[in-house]
T-cell receptor, first 114, second 112 residues
C-alpha cells in the first residue's frame, strides 16, 4: 500500500522563477492538503483540495496556487519566488475534507531559493 | 487568530524517564488533536490523536490527555528510549474544521 509520495525531493530555484511540486495521496484518500515548513518551525497550512476544488486556504498570497486531478493527485505552484519561500513543502492526504480525519504526510520537497 | 502554543521547545531526559509535552489552543471549536513525530530529514508521522469527546487515550508507552475547559492537551511518553529522540508537534483543527494548526515543536533528546 503506497503512502503519500511527493516529487521532486529537492529543488533549487532563483528569485522570480516559478515552481511546480507534485503529490500523490495515499491509496483510498481523496483529499490533499499542502503545508510549508520553515526550518525549526511547525508546518503551516497553505491550502486544501477536495473534489478538485480549493476548499480552504491559509494565510498565503495568491502566488501560491494549486490543482487537484481526477485521480486525487495534486500540484502546488508558486510564482515569482522569493528568498523567504525557501522551506520544506509537505503534502498530506486524508479521507474527506474534514481535518479531523488522520492526515498522512509525504517526505516533502525541499525548495531552496538562491 | 487561531493559535497553538507548545512547551517546552526542548526537553532532555534520561533513558527510562517519562517525558511530557504540553499544548494550548485558542479556538474552542477545535475538535481533533493529533501528535506528530518528525525525525531529522523525515516526514511527520502521526503517533497518536484524540478527539474532543474523549479525555484520555493511550497506546503502549504513549498517552494523550485533553482538558477542553482549559484548552490544554498533553503528550506523555513513559519509559523513554533513545529512538524516541525527535521533534514532536501538536496540532489542533481550525475553526472551519478543515485544516490543522501546528505548534512550533518540541525537540526531545533521550540519552542512554
Amino acid at each position: 500500500d503506497a503512502g503519500v509520495t511527493q516529487s521532486p525531493t529537492h529543488l533549487i530555484k532563483t528569485r522570480g522563477q516559478q515552481v511546480t511540486l507534485r503529490c500523490s495521496p495515499k491509496s483510498g484518500h481523496d483529499t490533499v492538503s499542502w503545508y510549508q515548513q520553515a526550518l525549526g518551525q511547525g508546518p503551516q497550512f497553505i491550502f486544501q483540495y477536495y473534489e478538485e476544488e480549493e476548499r480552504q486556504r491559509g494565510n498565503f498570497p495568491d502566488r501560491f496556487s494549486g490543482h487537484q486531478f481526477p485521480n486525487y493527485s495534486s500540484e502546488l505552484n508558486v510564482n515569482a519566488l522569493l528568498l523567504g519561500d525557501s522551506a520544506l513543502y509537505l503534502c498530506a492526504s486524508s479521507m474527506g475534507y474534514r481535518a479531523n480525519q488522520p492526515q498522512h504526510f509525504g517526505d516533502g520537497t525541499r525548495l531552496s531559493i538562491l | 487568530g487561531e493559535n497553538v502554543e507548545q512547551h517546552p521547545s526542548t526537553l532532555s531526559v534520561q533513558e527510562g524517564d517519562s517525558a511530557v509535552i504540553k499544548c494550548t489552543y485558542s479556538d474552542s471549536a477545535s475538535n481533533y488533536f493529533p501528535w506528530y513525530k518528525q525525525e531529522l530529514g523525515k516526514r511527520p508521522q502521526l503517533i497518536i490523536d484524540i478527539r474532543s469527546n474523549v479525555g484520555e487515550k493511550k497506546d503502549q508507552r504513549i498517552a494523550v490527555t485533553l482538558n477542553k475547559t482549559a484548552k490544554h492537551f498533553s503528550l506523555h511518553i513513559t519509559e523513554t528510549q533513545p529512538e524516541d529522540s525527535a521533534v514532536y508537534f501538536c496540532a489542533a483543527t481550525n475553526q472551519a474544521g478543515t485544516a490543522l494548526i501546528f505548534g512550533k515543536g518540541t525537540t526531545l533528546s533521550v540519552s542512554s
